[in-house]
Each structure stands twice: as C-alpha cells, then as structure tokens.
C-alpha cells in the first residue's frame, strides 16, 4: 500500500523522537516541515485561559505563513505566564535555525509551536534545546517518518489518527492527509487539542481560511468527549502548492477543496471520539426538528455530554429516558408530544409516550459498536446539528483520577 | 435524643412501605400527613420533559393549600402521556379517600403526587392501589415513622438524608424538619429530585412562596452530581399552622423564618452532594471576583460539572490546571493574569503563574473529605457564587452503567 501519511504529500516532511519529557520513554518531540512556505491557517481554542504556544501560534499565524510546527508532547505550557512565553519562542527560533541550510536563516514566525500534556508546569528547556537538533537530523518524507510525527503528539490517546485523501482540480492531483492528537479533555469549541493537516494544493489564503473555519465547525467542534474544552486546542492546515493546480481562489474550486478538506478531518474527529479516554464505543447523536441551529446544537450537546447517558451506552443499557431528559433540560425548545427519540433505528418514544419497541431489540443495538441516537425535538423546525462522542468507562476515571502524579 | 425527623414538626405524621415496585423489596410508597390543611408552596424541574406527576403537582399546588404527599420510588411515571397523568390523578384520589374519617371527604388537588425512579415506564398502578390502604394504615408520628418516610422515597442513594431546626418567633417555638432523596440525575434548576420540609409555622402563602424560591436558588439549585437535570424534581414545604404563632406575613419574621429554612435546605443539599451516586467527598466550589451573578454561577458550574476536575479530586490529585482551565471555558469573563486558584486554604496559581504552592502539600488538602475549591476570576468584579459537587469514582459508573436492565 502506497504512503497515506503526512508525509504522502509532496513537499512535507516530518520526524519525531523521545526527548524525555514523557517518563515512559515515548516519543515526545515532533517536528513537520514543507521544503517550500505553505500558504497557511490555523484555528486554536475559545478557552479564555489559553498556552503560551495558543498565544504565540496566533501571533505567527497572522502573515498566513508557515514553514513547519514543531510540538511536544508531556507538558502544555498553560498558566506559565512571561516564562512560558519565552519558552514557546525558544522552541520556534531553535525550529527556524535547525531546519535551513547553514548561512540561511529563517524567521522565528515560520514556526506554529505546540505544546500538550499537564497543565500549570514550565516546559523542561534543557530537554526540548537537545531535543530540536535531534528531531531536525531525522527528518525523513519515508511513511515510518509521517507515521513517528504522528505518535510523537499524542499523550492518553491509544491510537494515532491519520486521514488521506487526494482529488483532482484543473487536471492536476491535490492531495490532503492529516493527524490529530486528541482523548481527554476534548469538548466543542476546537474539539482536537492538536491537528494538523498538510496539502500540496496551491491555495490563496482567504479560501483557505474560509475553509478551515467551514470545515471546523463541522467536525472537531462537534467532537466531546468529556465536554472540558482544551487550552491547547489548535488545528493548523499547511497548503504549499507543490500540485501546481491553478491557484485556488473561490467558486467551484474552493467548494471542492473544501469538501475534500472535510473528508479528511470529518474521518479525524470520528478517532478522536472513539479513542476518548477509556472508551469502547463510537456514538453519533443526532438532532432533528430544532426551531435554530443553535437549539440543535444544544440539545445535540447535551444528551453528548451527559454522565448518564454515556454509562448507559457503556453499559448496553437500553435506558432511553436518559436521552429525551438530556434534550429536556438543555434549553433547546422542544414540543415533547411531537418529540421522536430513536435508538440506531429503532423508534422508542413517540406521540408522548413509550412505543412497543422490543427492549431486548434495542439493547441489543446499544450493546454494538457504532451507536447512533436520535431526537427529534418536534417544533416542526428544520435545524439539525450532529456530535460525536463516546462512552464512560471506569477507564476514564483510572485514567484521570491519578494523570499527574 | 428527641424526634428530629419530620413527624417531629406538631400535627405531620407519616409512613413508608414496600408494595412491591422496587425489586429489591425495600420500601417505595411513602406518605406524610398533615393534620390540618397546610400552607403549600413548592419548586418543580425546569426540564422540558416532565413527569405525569409534576403535571398534576403543578395544578394542586395553584390553591397553596396541602394535606399530604404521596410518593413510590422505583419508577419516575415520565414520558408517559395520557395514561401517566391518570395514573398520578388516581394516586392522590386513592390517598384522599384513605386519609379521612369514614363520610368525610378530601379534594383531589389537597394532595401533591411525586414518583422518582426509571423513565418511560407505566406506573404499576395495581401495586400502587394495594399500597395506598397499608401506608395510610401505617401513618404515626413517631420518630420511626418519620425515618420510614425519609427511607421511603430514596432510589440509588446509599443514605437517607435529613434536617431538622426550630426557632422562636413571638414567644413561639416553630418546628421546621424535612428529608429528601438525589443522588444520580443531580444538577441545578432544582437539583433535588425530591424534598419534603414540614412545620408548624403559621405563614402566609405569599411569604411562603417568597422563602421557599429564595432559599431553593442558594441551596437545592447549588447542587450538581451529574449536571442532568431530572424530570421528577420536587421540593415542598408545607406549613400547617399548629406552632399558633402570629402568622408570618412579612418583615422580621419572614427573614427569620427563611433563614431558618435556608439551614434546613442547606443542610439536606450538603447531604446530596455528599451522597452522590458513587461519591467520596463533599466538594465545595466557590467563585469569587466575578463580572456578574450569572458568570460566578457559570464559572462555579463548569468546575462542578467537569469530569477531569471530578477524577482529580477522586483521585487525590493536585491536578488544579484542570480547575483553572474549566473557569476558562465556562464563557463566564475572566482576567486569567489577576485571576486566583486555591484549593483548601492553599494558593496554587497567581499573577498568571504557578506559585511555589507545595504540591504534596495541595495532594494532602486534596485527599480530604471535604474539599474546598477557590476560583477568583480576577475581573474586580464583586460577584460570587458557590457550588456543591461530589468526586466522580468507578463506582459512579458501575451505578449507571446498569440500571434499568
């Protein structure tokens, strides 16, 4: 099978390594870089407590160009103040000076730093100063090097999360693949913590910005797995032309490169839920019949984020008053007499009461893998809005209740 | 010791017994009695799906006049259309026939109906019907029958939970003692499931209506287990009179007799906290330094309400990044370099960093029973708000993983 990596697209190249930031000796330090500048933009986090990188990221994003991202995993560099500012700019100048030929220099804004893990703690320096010169020299745009970028960011997730796709524009072949880090702490308002999808297309930054934003709102801000926004949150598109398509501006074009930008994260944040700490299961929640988008989401979020609905799922349980009370109380206006609550495709409330739906029948649908609930709020409205999410599990609480110490 | 459950209150008696609904055979259909017609004024779910008996509780309540509560646990009659409210109708008709001298009768409406338990299930109203005659038959004012009505109403809580106070007013003493039940399907907006406080004040209904909606929004809706609101929610207080005080009506004795309540509530919400399903600790969470009233409540809502704080706090863990990072999200304003973090009397965060707080030290406070979290969202704001929650365990999850099935 052909590379569907990061580093499948022309033009990037990426590397990770263990500096020793994580004590279980994991990769720690990863480093993506396009030989050419990439046309570039980034969505972070609406936490008001925000990362030095958060802060930083920002400010470099602003020209819309980027060389590379340069991201350890371990330490997130929160609640750092002056020092962790510092710190993130160290990582982005050591980045700039590493990865040019000697005598050339680069500016320190070509660099996106990230930095995920615990918050409240100051970046190890020594470690990350050794580390860079290191992950530079392994630099590769070998399938093993995108697959090690993609290991080096993640921190309780299980799995890594990669995504591909190519399309072809004006006779030319695009080609977008992405990772993303993302478990704990993940909920709506930049749902990923870390993502990063790189493409060869050659797009004008406006389009692509509209892109990133479409594209966002309708993937990794529909992800929750525990409905605790990130201060880290950040998901950064690199585009570096090297397809040569006409450059993409608008019409058409963009709506194309648009969708298949969608694919990729849309596939990204469907991981993301099922690889939710501790989780075993994929859940797709479903609202329908809202008076506005807004309600829709609300409800949508609700049932998505409710302890009581996400132990029921763990445990197969065919509990679907939970579902319809999670709509209830979410402020979302609702006609519950016209109200409709579907467990996969079984119906099992209607026209205010209980149908005869078999029990049996829909826990055996809860009990399988990929669960989709669905609501129908019954205001004869026509807005809809869907989350992924996942179960709880007694994993979730070992996981979390001893993350730090 | 004297009688300080609620058949201490003059002219209240009560009864629990098992008819059968709970599988368990512990008991499910309790009653309380009040002599005379009482005062009533009571709080109901704000969820938009509610159940039959909160329907038919609402239009009894319209008069402010009582005789008694009926309540089964083991099934919420919620999501059950028609036939649900008949079913609540037919629970108090049956109670006011049996509470009466043979030839006397009863209005329907002087009794206020409750059910708490599984939703979307049909009240098994033969069992309800036998139960009626035998709890009826078993009322008394002594302390076990009051313990027996505290028992009565519970479903997953693991201890029953009740309050008691007196206070003089005019050379009177006035009795106020209640009990309730929340202990999953916890959160504000009335976060109690259900709460029943007697006394023998003379008061009138609009006092009444006034301290009973005070004194709900500082302790009851102060309550988060699980942020799910529940269909069922109920707190009543019913005021017969029998303490042959001047009635209250307003003024003096009107803060004094809310006070009083507000002990009694605030007490009874403490004990839901700390009972909560699969809890471990009383978790206090208080905002201070806030814009306005609704952002404290936020910002309080959202530590409350996060997984990651509850496992960190399960887990003894001085995790406080997790704390900080939730006040962040909550939408509530905030100025994250004048804001404060403190947990027990420790301060953590500071001047945008850490301080060099002792982190076994915050493990120690940390690993208590009782745990304060501080949070000033360093606005110069004057605005507070406080919270109480539980930790969130395995235990938690092996409750709900399981429940109707």
Redesign the interface.
Known sequence: MPNRSITAVRGFRAAAVACGIKSTGKPDLALLVSDRPATAAAVFT?????GAPIIVGRSHLRAGKLRACIINSGC?N???????INDAREMCLDTATQIVAEGESLPLTSILPSSTG????YLPMDKIRAGIPLVAAALGDSEEAGNAFSLGILTTDLVPKTAFTTLRLGGKTITIAGCCKGS??I?P?MATMLAYIATDAAIALPALRRAIRGVTDRTFNCVTV??????SDTFAVLANGMAENRTITSGAAEKKFTAALYDVADSLSQQIARDGEGATKLVTVKITGAKTAHDAKRAAEAIA????VK??I??G??????F??????SGAA?N?EKSVCGVGKIV??K????TDADLKAV?HTMQQKDLTIHVNLGTGGKSTHRVYTCD???E??????????
């Open positions: 609406t936490n008001k407590v925000v997130a929160v609640c750092t103040g002056a020092r962790g615990v918050i409240g703690r704990g702490m909920a308002n525990d409905q605790h926004t990130s201060t984020n409710s302890a009581l132990t029921a763990h445990g349980d065919p509990n679907w008053g939970r319809i009370s999670a709509a209830g109380y609702m519950v099992v409330f026209n205010g009461r209980p826990q709880l599990s007694r979730y609480i070992a996981i979390n209740a001893d993350y730090t110490t």
